[in-house]
């Protein structure tokens, strides 16, 4: 383990020295690591590539809390109300629509998989993740209201669609006969936390921010204050029998309300332990799930992953921005990102942990799967489709003048991409009463 840990570092610490000059290329951070975890696995069998089950899905676990904490926290108010029908539409009409057919197409195309395992599958590969179209979402030729509406998309549908995946798991469990009829005590657990993670949320901005103006913390501890606070608000509610990841995202939520949006220099360091822990998540998708996933491959498996990154995702997003005056070539491109990844990934462990052998056998293919795909499709059309698509606005006169880059917070991994174009400034602490 010494070895491969250290291997590990030395990948980190080189990213760390050419993440620009690759991204260049459009190789973004997740399908490099999951390029060389594939690499480690096949190349160097002999070493340790295979970590206990647990140590995985802890570290995904805490990473989806930082990302639902941190996505929902640095919402503003402000810069979401000229835009906020568009942003209700895709979540509260497109995300379910998506849910449904995503189910509807399990059941009529996976054999074998019951009704609460598609509602899984459904569920797991409707979030979206941002990361994997980095350079695209910090491409300043494409217009910023378009970069914001999938930004802020990204950001709060895995927090929506973690209940139906929490429900649907025990549903399924109960089915498969690998567990007690859940199903309520899952709704209890939602319930409490919802409730736990609002009043968390809110006592926690309330003090950190009183305590800021008053002089009594220290600035420089404000950021792993937060980082604290996210975590305690996921740990605490599993303690009090509460759903740890709605808490969480319940509670950057009411911390973000807290402080009015609150202030990028405050997560800084929350989004960057998160962007770390990522990175190991997405090298361990490659070098562990990956392959234990390959010998139960279907040509069923392809077919779905193939029909969700397309017709499952891009038909509720036109359907649901019906009527919003928004041309077919945005329409169609805000449908095509619609990129799969981390939370996918985290349901997956999930599931592995939670069903019977035979039904994981079903569902996690078609989630890893789905990811590859959207690794490989996302993460290589991000800079072309940009490109075209931002001088197609321009020419058709939608560029409309927006936020600058600073106000369209680029999500999780875009690094150094954002930095290029002047979107990563607005990470960099600002200090209040400091010039």
Same mark, same amino acid.
């Given at each position: 383990?010494?070895?491969?840990? /250290?291997?590990?570092?030395?990948?980190?610490?080189?990213?760390?020295?050419?993440?620009?000059?690759?991204?260049?290329?459009?190789?973004?951070?997740? %399908?490099?690591?999951?390029?060389?975890?594939?690499?480690?696995?096949?190349?160097?069998?002999?070493?340790?590539?295979?970590?206990?089950?647990?140590?995985?899905?802890?570290?995904?676990?805490?990473?989806?809390?930082?990302?639902?904490?941190?996505?929902?926290?640095?919402?503003?108010?402000?810069?979401?109300?000229?835009?906020?029908?568009?942003?209700?539409?895709?979540?509260?009409?497109?995300?379910?629509?998506?849910?449904?057919?995503?189910?509807?197409?399990?059941?009529?195309?996976?054999?074998?998989?019951?009704?609460?395992?598609?509602?899984?599958?459904?569920?797991?590969?409707?979030?979206?993740?941002? %990361?994997?179209?980095?350079?695209?979402?910090? *491409?300043?030729?494409?217009?910023?209201?378009?970069?914001?509406?999938? *930004?802020?998309?990204?950001?709060? *549908?895995?927090?929506?669609?973690?209940?139906?995946?929490?429900?649907?798991?025990?549903? %399924?469990?109960?089915?498969?006969?690998?567990?007690?009829?859940?199903?309520?005590?899952?709704?209890?657990?939602?319930?409490?936390?919802?409730?736990?993670?609002?009043? =968390?949320?809110?006592?926690?901005?309330?003090?950190?921010?009183?305590?800021?103006?008053?002089?009594?913390?220290?600035?420089?501890?404000?950021?792993?204050?937060?980082?604290?606070?996210?975590?305690?608000?996921?740990?605490?509610?599993?303690?009090?029998?509460? *759903?740890?990841?709605?808490?969480?995202?319940?509670?950057?939520?009411?911390?973000?309300?807290?402080?009015?949006?609150?202030?990028?220099?405050?997560?800084?360091?929350?989004?960057?332990?998160?962007?770390?822990?990522?990175?190991?998540?997405?090298? =361990?998708?490659?070098?562990?799930?990956?392959?234990?996933?390959?010998?139960?491959?279907?040509?069923?498996?392809?077919?779905?992953?193939? =029909?969700?990154?397309?017709?499952?995702?891009?038909?509720?997003?036109?359907? /649901?921005?019906?009527?919003?005056?928004?041309?077919?070539?945005?329409?169609?491109?805000?449908?095509?990102?619609?990129?799969?990844?981390?939370?996918?990934?985290?349901?997956?462990?999930?599931?592995?942990?939670?069903?019977?052998?035979?039904?994981?056998?079903?569902?996690?293919?078609?989630?890893?799967?789905?990811?590859?795909?959207?690794?490989?499709?996302?993460?290589?059309?991000?800079?072309?489709?940009?490109?075209?698509?931002?001088? %197609?606005?321009?020419?058709?006169?939608?560029?409309?003048?927006?936020? /600058?880059?600073?106000?369209?917070?680029?999500?999780?991994?875009?690094? /150094?991409?954002?930095?290029?174009?002047?979107?990563?400034?607005?990470?960099?602490?600002?200090?209040?009463?400091?010039?």
């Amino acid at each position: 383990m010494d070895g491969t840990l /250290s291997l590990v570092l030395l990948l980190l610490f080189l990213w760390g020295l050419f993440s620009q000059r690759v991204e260049r290329v459009e190789l973004t951070a997740p %399908a490099a690591f999951v390029l060389v975890g594939l690499v480690l696995a096949t190349c160097l069998g002999s070493m340790d590539l295979d970590p206990p089950q647990g140590t995985v899905k802890g570290l995904a676990e805490i990473c989806l809390t930082w990302i639902l904490f941190t996505d929902a926290a640095r919402l503003s108010f402000r810069v979401l109300r000229p835009d906020l029908g568009l942003y209700l539409r895709l979540l509260l009409i497109g995300l379910p629509m998506c849910i449904g057919l995503g189910a509807l197409l399990a059941l009529g195309l996976l054999p074998g998989v019951g009704a609460w395992a598609a509602v899984f599958v459904g569920a797991a590969l409707a979030p979206t993740d941002a %990361a994997l179209g980095a350079s695209m979402m910090s *491409n300043p030729v494409v217009p910023e209201r378009i970069r914001r509406l999938i *930004n802020v998309e990204s950001g709060l *549908n895995d927090g929506i669609a973690t209940p139906v995946v929490a429900v649907a798991l025990a549903g %399924a469990a109960v089915t498969a006969g690998s567990g007690p009829d859940a199903t309520g005590e899952e709704v209890m657990e939602l319930a409490i936390g919802l409730a736990y993670g609002a009043a =968390l949320g809110l006592a926690g901005g309330w003090l950190l921010r009183s305590a800021l103006r008053k002089g009594w913390a220290a600035e420089e501890f404000a950021g792993p204050a937060v980082l604290a606070l996210a975590l305690l608000s996921y740990l605490s509610a599993i303690a009090i029998g509460g *759903n740890g990841f709605v808490a969480a995202f319940v509670a950057g939520l009411a911390f973000g309300t807290a402080h009015g949006g609150t202030p990028p220099w405050q997560l800084q360091f929350t989004e960057q332990s998160a962007s770390v822990l990522s990175l190991l998540v997405w090298l =361990l998708f490659g070098a562990v799930l990956v392959p234990a996933a390959f010998p139960h491959m279907t040509w069923q498996a392809v077919l779905y992953a193939v =029909l969700s990154l397309t017709a499952v995702r891009m038909v509720p997003v036109a359907l /649901s921005l019906l009527g919003t005056g928004m041309d077919r070539a945005t329409v169609g491109f805000v449908g095509w990102f619609g990129p799969r990844g981390l939370a996918t990934i985290i349901f997956g462990l999930l599931a592995v942990e939670d069903l019977a052998p035979a039904v994981t056998q079903q569902v996690v293919p078609v989630l890893v799967c789905t990811v590859l795909l959207s690794v490989l499709a996302h993460g290589l059309s991000a800079g072309p489709l940009a490109r075209l698509y931002g001088a %197609a606005a321009a020419s058709g006169g939608t560029h409309r003048p927006g936020p /600058s880059p600073q106000d369209v917070p680029v999500r999780r991994l875009a690094g /150094s991409a954002s930095d290029r174009n002047g979107a990563g400034r607005a990470r960099r602490p600002r200090r209040p009463g400091r010039r």
